[in-house]
């Protein structure tokens, strides 16, 4: 099945609509049916006590990677809100660019739920945080 | 027994040393022992489609806000770092300031954890989000 | 405002329809409007190495106590089911009673959300366990 | 790497050591390093209203399955507890028997961390519950 949304739709909706995450830097890379990968670009602003990256821009990162793995199932039902987010924080990343790669676990009709892991770009064998997501869709009156 | 860090303190290692949180404009109002609170003044650059606030600022807010009711326990041991966190959104804030009331529930040697609640200024008696969070305390030769 | 099933009614539906929660020997000792309070007296088979009760008991007890939180505020609706429970465990309980303090954060139309927690009968103040707890409610039409 | 315990080995430690799980019928079909997968028989006595199999049935055995992956990869270190554990319910099993399929995310040398998921014996492709499980590893001198 093609994925319903593109990657430069993807990061338009980003820039336009969901300028904290755009502001960010978070940028996708791929999108497929039910998954999606993105980047988020190193910057000094991100790094928090200790020289590492800091959870809130990690969790950002999942929660919009989550948010691209939805739509490229249902489409750019923008309307669509997270209602759980569960992030474990494995290691702390060193400075360097992070990336995200998301998954469907379940898409029915009202809720979807996935995973997404993100690495440090150099050493993309050890996640450094592992996230767990639902998204509520609204039903389609409501879009 | 007393916070040991202050309002001032955690306002400055914010602007400081966690940019991120500090450049959202998240201002703490009080902390107590094992206790802080905390302010989000509404930005436009907040919104996601929906004309609501986006997730992220929140889960930036709680753990932030659990950051001061951690330090608040143990001092200013900055290194102290999030390894879970969990939230769960609860309503769509309206456009306005979100204020975050943190407290532990437990404080170890080496694990605190403790619980979040968010909700919109004008709307105090319904929570938008609630997180529950645990931070992982560097042994003192660390630190 | 009462609540809307009692503690004799809400420990019958855990004997006759949940029985793996009613043969665990779990009780209700209170119920008011969006509150619940249960004790899992102590048994052997509750062990696990180390000689501390087993997760899966306390997670169980915290599941049925949310329920009878929920069923608290909207009647005897059986059919209403957990779609997230997320379990923190703080302490390692000596063998003995267990008390479960749940109460509601949020209960809408569609979904309840609140927490329980759990402290051994002799160490009231020291939660061993803190729970989070997501109850889909089906709608009119489906009871 | 081959795993540091047998199926035989996870099978006797649950039904001498950990009777709650034991007595609900969980049986390990196998372990490799990392990763470990089981079966719930079906027995009326898991049903809650609604003819599905309850929560804590699930959250029990997952909890139990990723105990067998931390030991496949560290040895029968039994008192390795959960520190978290977090279930996401996808869909109502049908009456039947479960499986599950847990594998480490991340083994450090105090906590590991991994994801289990369950299905219906009959619909292995439509997951019923996700969990994702942390683990605290005593240390060396305390085992």
Redesign the interface.
């Known amino acids: 099945m093609a994925a319903r949304v593109s990657v430069d739709e993807m990061n338009r909706?980003m820039r336009e609509?969901?300028?904290?995450?755009g502001?960010l830097g978070i940028l996708f890379d791929t999108i497929e049916d039910g998954r999606a990968t993105a980047r988020l670009p190193f910057r000094?602003?991100?790094?928090?006590?200790?020289g590492?990256v800091?959870?809130?821009?990690m969790?950002?990162m999942a929660?919009?990677v989550m948010y691209g793995a939805v739509l490229s199932r249902i489409g750019p039902v923008?309307?669509a809100?997270?209602?759980?987010?569960?992030?474990?924080?494995?290691?702390?990343p060193k400075p360097g660019d992070l990336l995200a790669d998301g998954r469907l676990?379940?898409c029915?009709r009202r809720?979807a739920?996935g995973?997404v892991?993100l690495v440090s770009a150099d050493a993309p064998d050890?996640?450094v945080c592992?996230v767990?997501c639902?998204y509520s869709i609204p039903p389609e009156e409501a879009r």
């Open positions: 909706i609509e969901v300028p904290m995450a502001n000094d602003d991100l790094l928090r006590p200790g590492t800091t959870g809130p821009a969790m950002a929660d919009v923008k309307l809100v997270t209602t759980n987010l569960n992030a474990n924080f494995l290691r702390r676990i379940k029915g809720l739920y995973e892991t050890d996640p592992h767990t639902t």
